[in-house]
């Protein structure tokens, strides 16, 4: 009997407390996380805006690099034909 004495002056000491804050969380969630989902969903927009906005200017700064890169690797190709020729007809 004195473990159960002991365990209903826990339950009605600490406990309660923990139990009526446990039991407004059970109530109000339903209430609560939409409000704050509705409230973040305007940041997290904004968040992948920027995302969208820094995926799409590093893809055009590749871009723009392969090209310089393409037109130097011809540009070079096309010295050492022009080398090449040089040599052979000279």
Not at 11 to 18: L, P
Not at 35 to 60: F, M, N, W
């Amino acid at each position: 009997m004195a473990l159960w004495d002991s365990v209903t002056d826990y339950i009605g000491g600490v406990s309660t407390s923990n139990l009526l804050v446990g039991a407004a969380a059970v109530v109000l969630a339903p209430v609560v996380v939409p409000a704050v989902l509705t409230g973040i969903r305007p940041i997290a927009k904004t968040v992948l805006k920027g995302g969208i906005y820094v995926y799409d200017t590093v893809g055009e700064m590749v871009s723009e690099v392969g090209e310089g890169a393409s037109d130097l690797v011809a540009e070079a190709r096309s010295e050492m034909t022009a080398s090449a020729a040089t040599r052979s007809g000279a």
